[in-house]
């Protein structure tokens, strides 16, 4: 009796697929997670005057700035080096060390920040009577970053379904306690913190659970030392890629107004839907990356997989780009609707944040961490730049513009360094054609095309065009995605 052949698969499509099936499970995560989040904004946006919406969406950017700083590069410290570890015990001897470094790091820098609540409040949202909302942000940041570990550890333990769980259960909780402050208990901006408080606090107790059979009561210097070692370098890049995502809001509220800065928010939240697929992939991609380093094909697979992601994240964005106002339309209240323009670039901001993690594969692998933070302050330098000029000038579009043009600089001066200290066969200026062509295509169909009918079939000829040019470039194939001199 024959036996039919077993049809071979090669290592290079093996991989691919396993990075796919893994970027789709984080995406449902990522997807479930933020999707109840954008559910909120019809009925934040009607219970909540701009002026409202923009203190608690300030009180919020500075948090998530804060929580980079606070990680302290401990997540990319355990993709790094866990399986380094010789053993079971080692690895948790390892988690168990960044747990205690992180919890005791959260509370003393909430402290902080409450004991200077006052200050903080006066210079960075308007006024002292904005203090106890930051008290609230203060006492949120322990739980938050405890939400975070949990989350770090399931993907280095690759249990990306107790990964989902955490994060759909995170969002469904804050997002329901959320509407239940604002909406039930008429609390206001004070609701959409309170929500986050205790929506986080339950969630980080949920972690811990699925974290636990990957932590004890044990602790290593060594491990720690080395953690930070690897980590700390990415403190100051953490900072500056803070001050980009929070900056914007700052010029607005020093510059414009807290009713602009609410209309920004709502701009924000496209970013969000872009950062969702990219999300995903960057979850996926960091341990993947550093698992398939030493394998014979990891240079053409890094190759393709930038392209893929670049190509793949750039027609996502324009997609969202093109139907933000029709979207608009249909969520929010008229005053809000001016979110659509500073829409677009946030869009692109997120493909180009998403591509600056792909680039930073390349000094991970080299161990020159300390090069990202030259990347990062450049980036941050370019956005306060851009933010100086433009926000005073042309408001909430400025600043998403300034935004992206933060982004793009942190992606294009990774990249550089990268390649010199770990050069990988990338199409670098194919890649930025096909970003470019996309935004361009965003932009023009946003002030061309007309309203109605005809102008869902310009949009959707745009998309189609996009696609033709990738179609042709051959990005999806390897003569398309691998420099030659790589293939």
């Known amino acids: 009796m024959s036996v039919a052949p077993v049809p071979h698969v090669s290592p290079m499509r093996a991989a691919l697929k396993k990075l796919s099936g893994e970027s789709l499970v984080y995406g449902l995560g990522a997807v479930g997670g933020r999707a109840v989040q954008l559910l909120l904004?019809?009925?934040?946006?009607?219970?909540?005057?701009?002026?409202?919406?923009?203190?608690g969406e300030l009180v919020t950017a500075y948090s998530q700035t804060?929580?980079?700083?606070?990680?302290?590069?401990?997540?990319?410290?355990?993709?790094?080096?866990?399986?380094?570890?010789?053993?079971?015990?080692?690895?948790?001897?390892?988690?168990?060390?960044?747990?205690?470094?992180?919890?005791?790091?959260?509370?003393?820098?909430?402290?902080?920040?409450?004991?200077?609540?006052?200050?903080?409040?006066?210079?960075?949202?308007?006024?002292?009577?904005?203090?106890?909302?930051?008290?609230?942000?203060?006492?949120?940041?322990?739980?938050?970053?405890?939400v975070l570990f949990g989350n770090d550890i399931l993907r280095v333990t690759f249990q990306p379904w107790k990964f989902i769980l955490l994060n759909v259960t995170q969002t469904a909780l804050v997002g329901g306690l959320s509407v239940w402050f604002v909406v039930g208990m008429h609390k206001g901006v004070a609701g959409m913190l309170y929500g986050r408080l205790f929506g986080d606090g339950a969630c980080a107790l949920l972690a811990l659970v699925l974290a636990r059979h990957s932590i004890r009561p044990r602790f290593s210097r060594d491990a720690l030392r080395r953690m930070l070692a690897y980590g700390g370098p990415a403190v100051p890049a953490a900072f500056a890629f803070g001050t980009i995502s929070s900056m914007d809001r700052f010029f607005l509220q020093r510059t414009r107004s807290l009713e602009e800065v609410g209309v920004y928010a709502i701009a924000v939240k496209f970013f969000a839907v872009v950062s969702m697929g990219v999300s995903a992939f960057q979850l996926a991609y960091g341990p993947f990356a550093f698992a398939?380093?030493?394998?014979?094909?990891?240079?053409?697979?890094?190759?393709?997989?930038?392209?893929?992601?670049?190509?793949?994240?750039?027609?996502?964005?324009?997609?969202?780009?093109?139907?933000?106002?029709?979207l608009l339309r249909v969520l929010v209240p008229e005053a809000y609707r001016g979110a659509a323009t500073p829409a677009i670039a946030l869009a692109f901001a997120a493909v180009a944040l998403g591509a600056y993690t792909v680039a930073s594969v390349g000094i991970g692998l080299a161990l020159k961490t300390?090069?990202?933070?030259?990347?990062?302050?450049?980036?941050?330098?370019?956005?306060?730049?851009?933010?100086?000029?433009?926000?005073?000038?042309?408001?909430?579009?400025?600043?998403?513009?300034?935004?992206?043009?933060?982004?793009?600089?942190?992606?294009?001066?990774?990249?550089?360094?990268?390649?010199?200290?770990?050069?990988?066969?990338?199409?670098?200026?194919?890649?930025?054609?096909?970003?470019?062509?996309?935004?361009?295509?965003?932009?023009?169909?946003?002030?061309?095309?007309?309203?109605?009918?005809?102008?869902?079939?310009?949009?959707?000829?745009?998309?189609?065009?996009?696609?033709?040019?990738?179609?042709?470039?051959?990005?999806?194939?390897?003569?398309?995605?691998?420099?030659?001199?790589?293939?």
Not at 41 to 50: E, F, G, M, S
Not at 97 to 108: N, Y
Not at 458 to 467: P, S
Not at 474 to 481: N, T, V
Request: glycine fraction near 10%.
């Open 292 to 326: 398939q380093a030493r394998t014979p094909e990891a240079p053409r697979l890094f190759a393709r997989v930038f392209a893929a992601y670049v190509a793949a994240a750039s027609g996502g964005a324009l997609l969202v780009g093109m139907f933000a106002p029709d």
């Open 41 to 55: 904004v019809p009925i934040l946006t009607r219970a909540l005057a701009p002026q409202q919406f923009g203190v």
């Open 370 to 487: 300390p090069l990202l933070v030259w990347c990062a302050v450049g980036a941050a330098l370019a956005a306060l730049i851009a933010n100086a000029t433009l926000t005073p000038r042309f408001g909430a579009s400025g600043a998403a513009v300034a935004t992206c043009v933060g982004y793009v600089t942190a992606a294009v001066l990774t990249y550089a360094m990268a390649q010199r200290v770990h050069p990988l066969p990338y199409r670098g200026m194919r890649l930025l054609g096909l970003f470019a062509l996309a935004f361009g295509l965003a932009i023009a169909a946003h002030v061309y095309a007309p309203r109605g009918i005809a102008g869902v079939g310009v949009r959707l000829a745009a998309v189609a065009g996009y696609a033709a040019v990738c179609w042709w470039s051959g990005i999806w194939k390897e003569r398309g995605a691998v420099a030659p001199h790589g293939r």
């Open 66 to 146: 804060l929580l980079l700083v606070m990680v302290f590069g401990m997540d990319g410290a355990l993709a790094r080096f866990f399986y380094h570890e010789p053993d079971r015990e080692a690895r948790i001897r390892m988690a168990s060390s960044s747990l205690v470094f992180r919890t005791v790091m959260s509370f003393a820098i909430a402290a902080l920040l409450a004991l200077a609540a006052g200050p903080i409040a006066e210079r960075f949202i308007g006024g002292e009577v904005y203090r106890k909302y930051l008290l609230i942000g203060a006492a949120t940041l322990p739980f938050t970053l405890l």
